[in-house]
């Protein structure tokens, strides 16, 4: 069971406070108040996390951190990044506790003098929190982020289209792999046995190889459609059992390539970008296949975690972090059906970030213009996307707020994955109440709550406590029954971290 009677205020006034906000915020945003009150009750007060890092936690001095983040935000949960191994300086994979990580396809040793001790910190900001009455959660993600430099982890990494081992992000470790299965089982289990914490929380930020060929996420547009993956031995095996025929599999993704590097270099196919989509599709249904397979592993692999973490601790909360990515790709949102999850996430944190949401949107439209869209134009295609997501946002070029020749240049001469330099635009709290209520409506009636990542300075600079007030505000009235702060402590203004409080306590949530 989670802790909540640590916390001075009833369910009752909860719900009340939720329902007066709900009908304050409505009328200002002209919203019906019915859609407003439909907020379910919520199992106890509300969840306010805080996203951080172990290391960072310790360098910036843990009383003074925590100090800070209850202070401003009244936080009341730590997610804490804690993997619990790393590489040494060798490239060794090491840990704590090797007795978990048998059989993952590197040689797990213990802690070496140069490591960081992550028993020894984690043991010290735990102590720390509960004399606070705080909780923790583990915040387990492995991808999104430059691979491990572990001597061995490469055999846990996906092939490509043409037989190569991938890098990082949109590529990682193959979610068939049995070395990767068993390295989150030691994971999970490590976690919960050696450290005290109060929930698991699980983030992919990755999808399957027809989205990945398309570059269809923010910043995607320079990604390599000859790159995108899973074709390992474990993929095909696993495929072939179920009648999957990988050889029109990889026929299909051939002509994908071909079709994304026409799109990127201007080349406008004779009868449009959007109807030689089509055709690709008729002819080549494998790609769909195929980007089903990759996804419905991931479901898999996440059932799984669920599975393991509860037959360790059965009252122990597990949930999932969901991508940006499903307000961009209506791809990714069809595949990120949260009601399916209800079988198996006691949380699902969905990212609503308004303040990177509005210039990662742009870079979404820039980079899917460059094929399946690439007959519409920048604005027909952004209207597009606002119809078929449910938003009302600003326009293209009231985002990027420069021209779009400098913009797009610089999209173009980026790393993947990079944000352009820019004074971007924001999306509105009413992005956020829209994703937020979204989630809550699919969960509604199960023991599923949501808890909405909220972004504060999330990569650019642009919340202001204005902003962070409508978000947290849109937040509660959404029906979330927490938000977890993100993403960097180091990266938000204290005024933008203070607007969370100060809401709350005008919420009567803190
Ligand atoms: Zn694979």
Redesign the pocket.
Known sequence: MTRTDDIPLSRRDFVRAASLAATAVSTGLGLPAAQAQTAPSPAGPPLVGFQAEVPYIIEYGIDRFLDDIQARASVNTLFLFSSPFGPDAQGNFVTAHPQYYSDVGMKAQGLGPQSLNLPDAMAKITAATRRRGMKIYSWMIEDNRPPLKIRGMDRLY??DLHGRRVGPHPGGP????PYFRNLIAGAVEDSIRSYDVDGLQRGSERQGPLSNALGAWHHGSTSDPGRT????D??TTKARARGIDIVRVKQGFMALETYVRAGRAGQRPRDGYYVEFWRLLLRHPELLTWQTFWSDSMREMQREFYAQAKAIRPGLPVGFHIWHNTAFNPIFRAEQDYQPYTAYADFLKPVVYDNPAAERMTSYVYSVSQNIYGDLSRQQLLDFEYSVMNFKEDTYDQIINEPRATYEADLRSLGMNDTPKGRFGRFSADYVYRETKRAVDAVAGSKTTICAGVGIDVVVKNSTPESVRGAVEAVFRAGATGLVLSTSHAAMRPENLSAVGSTLRELKLA
Do not use: A, G, P, V
């Open positions: 996906e092939i193959c979610l068939n792999n993956s899973c074709f390992c474990y993929c």
